[in-house]
């Protein structure tokens, strides 16, 4: 069977699996909510103040909440050893892989697709006019964020203290990650908005080499 | 070799299974001690021996979930004639049945093993999901969740997913657990199915497991070497007996 193929059939039974119990996009989206509006309170969102803190702030956000999104992706696994009935099977590591992947980006990208108007209200920044630069950025962003949380749920999900591990791997790996998103947002929330493209060279490479990455060891990743 | 890919129920490769000083070790625990096993197409081994003996290790190398830390597993296909030494080709043959039931508590009793005919490639998906649904006696619960289920319904359903793909070789961990009267027999009677098949079986039990009457070998570990074995075409009865008696 193809890569491909499996890789649809376990996006389907992933997102079945979230879409019937809703916990986890739930939780993550009240998190990810408690975080902005926290902030909200913190500092005073004027416009002025919001350009200057507010791609840090947003992204910031994005982080925690998919350091907790991404956690339980291969530990949820465990409860029946579901992940041994998958590798028993006869289809490719990274179809395994690439299938949560894919979920996981697609469940950020629901976080996402809510926070953002909230931020935008709360923190009284206008995103009309570069709503289309700010979604490559939120792209390429949430690529790698759940690239990378994807391979480090797997390294982590055989540890005892996983749920404290995953952070501890994962956030300081996502720091070029964290800054390149960042200034590719804020280029966007000036008055005269220009999408810096250094910024944008770094998020799409950050995600070229993780990606390629996981697929060069995406089998000692779901191994044993 | 190329090995037939069990898409269809009529594939009956033989395929064996044979374990060439198998050791595995778990840092400074050393599970497995040089296993060597050659077990033939068809047999239906009894692997026995007190917890932590190595069987379920033993089970877990041959279902490719584990590999030796020094030794070789071979899959033989045919009458002893071939090796398959791709685990892709391999995985499609083997089938097992492990201390969890492999099942997704979210998903109902049918989704769950259409999801692995899926990914095993079979066709006909909806008729073979209904029979094996069917035969193992959850044809009133398909559409229920798995959580809903109590232990013996699950196991009942984990040895059903284990079947589906028409497996040429079965791995068993303590299949019976959990099972009441009316399951015991249901799994004595697909076992010995099976073994009228030609389909070869490694079944880790306890001695009070009647399915062990089917065995036609028995082999004993003990901390993680094999203490007995009856031999292909040897007669496992006295290990069998043995064993009950110190039950």
């Known amino acids: 069977m193809s890569t491909t193929r499996a890789m649809a059939i376990l996006l389907a039974k992933e997102l079945r699996l979230e879409f019937r119990t809703r916990e986890l996009l739930s939780a993550t989206i009240v998190f990810a909510l408690v975080i902005v509006v926290l902030f909200s309170f913190a500092f005073d969102p004027?416009?002025?103040?919001?350009?200057?803190?507010?791609?840090?702030?947003?992204?910031?956000?994005?982080?925690?909440?998919?350091?907790?999104?991404?956690?339980?992706?291969?530990?949820?696994?465990?409860?029946?050893?579901?992940?041994?009935?998958?590798?028993?099977?006869?289809?490719?590591?990274?179809?395994?892989?690439?299938?949560?992947?894919?979920?996981?980006?697609?469940?950020?990208?629901?976080?996402?697709?809510?926070?953002?108007?909230?931020?935008?209200?709360?923190?009284?920044?206008?995103?009309?006019?570069?709503?289309?630069?700010?979604?490559?950025?939120?792209?390429?962003?949430?690529?790698?964020?759940?690239?990378?949380?994807?391979?480090?749920?797997?390294?982590?999900?055989?540890?005892?203290?996983?749920?404290?591990?995953?952070?501890?791997?994962?956030?300081?790996?996502?720091?070029?990650l964290l800054i390149g998103a960042v200034e590719a947002t804020a280029s966007l929330l000036v008055d005269q908005p220009e999408l810096d493209r250094t910024w944008v060279a770094l998020l799409a490479g950050f995600d070229i080499v993780f990606l390629t990455a996981s697929w060069l060891l995406c089998d000692y990743l779901i191994e044993e | 070799m190329s090995v037939t890919p069990a898409t269809s129920r009529t594939a009956v490769s033989p395929f064996g299974i044979s374990f060439n000083g198998v050791e595995k070790r778990f840092g400074s625990f050393v599970a497995l001690r040089g296993v060597s096993l050659q077990i033939l197409s068809g047999e239906f081994v009894a692997l026995l021996g007190a917890n932590g003996a190595g069987k379920t290790t033993l089970l877990r190398i041959a279902a490719l979930l584990a590999s030796p830390s020094r030794g070789k597993v071979q899959f033989t296909v045919g009458h002893g004639s071939g090796d398959c030494s791709d685990p892709g080709e391999a995985k499609k043959l083997i089938g097992m049945v492990g201390h969890s039931t492999l099942l997704y508590d979210e998903l109902t009793a049918a989704e769950n093993l259409s999801l692995f005919a899926q990914l095993y490639g079979l066709d006909d998906i909806t008729a073979r999901v209904a029979d094996s649904l069917q035969a193992c006696g959850l044809g009133s619960r398909t559409a229920s969740l798995v959580r809903t289920f109590s232990r013996g319904m699950r196991q009942r359903l984990a040895i059903a997913r284990a079947l589906l793909?028409?497996?040429?070789?079965?791995?068993?961990?303590?299949?019976?657990?959990?099972?009441?009267?009316?399951?015991?027999?249901?799994?004595?009677?697909?076992?010995?199915?099976?073994?009228?098949?030609?389909?070869?079986?490694?079944?880790?039990?306890?001695?009070?497991?009647?399915?062990?009457?089917?065995?036609?070998?028995?082999?004993?570990?003990?901390?993680?070497?094999?203490?007995?074995?009856?031999?292909?075409?040897?007669?496992?009865?006295?290990?069998?007996?043995?064993?009950?008696?110190?039950?």
Not at chain 1, 72 to 77: D, H, L
Not at chain 1, 161 to 169: A, H
Request: hydrophobic share 50%.
């Open chain 1, 46 to 176: 004027t416009a002025a103040e919001s350009r200057r803190y507010g791609p840090g702030l947003l992204w910031i956000a994005f982080l925690f909440a998919g350091s907790l999104m991404l956690n339980p992706s291969f530990a949820r696994e465990q409860t029946n050893d579901t992940l041994d009935a998958l590798r028993m099977a006869p289809i490719s590591a990274f179809a395994i892989l690439s299938a949560k992947m894919l979920a996981n980006f697609i469940f950020m990208s629901l976080v996402e697709l809510v926070l953002v108007p909230v931020f935008s209200v709360l923190y009284n920044v206008s995103l009309t006019g570069v709503a289309g630069r700010l979604i490559l950025v939120l792209v390429l962003g949430t690529i790698g964020l759940t690239v990378t949380g994807t391979v480090f749920s797997a390294i982590s999900s055989h540890a005892r203290m996983r749920e404290l591990l995953l952070p501890l791997l994962l956030l300081p790996i996502l720091t070029p």
């Open chain 2, 165 to 247: 793909h028409g497996p040429r070789l079965l791995l068993l961990d303590e299949p019976a657990a959990g099972l009441d009267r009316q399951g015991l027999v249901w799994l004595g009677t697909t076992l010995e199915a099976l073994r009228k098949d030609g389909c070869t079986v490694l079944m880790s039990t306890h001695a009070r497991n009647e399915s062990l009457d089917l065995a036609t070998r028995a082999v004993a570990l003990a901390g993680g070497l094999v203490q007995h074995d009856s031999g292909p075409g040897g007669d496992p009865r006295p290990v069998l007996a043995a064993l009950r008696a110190e039950a």
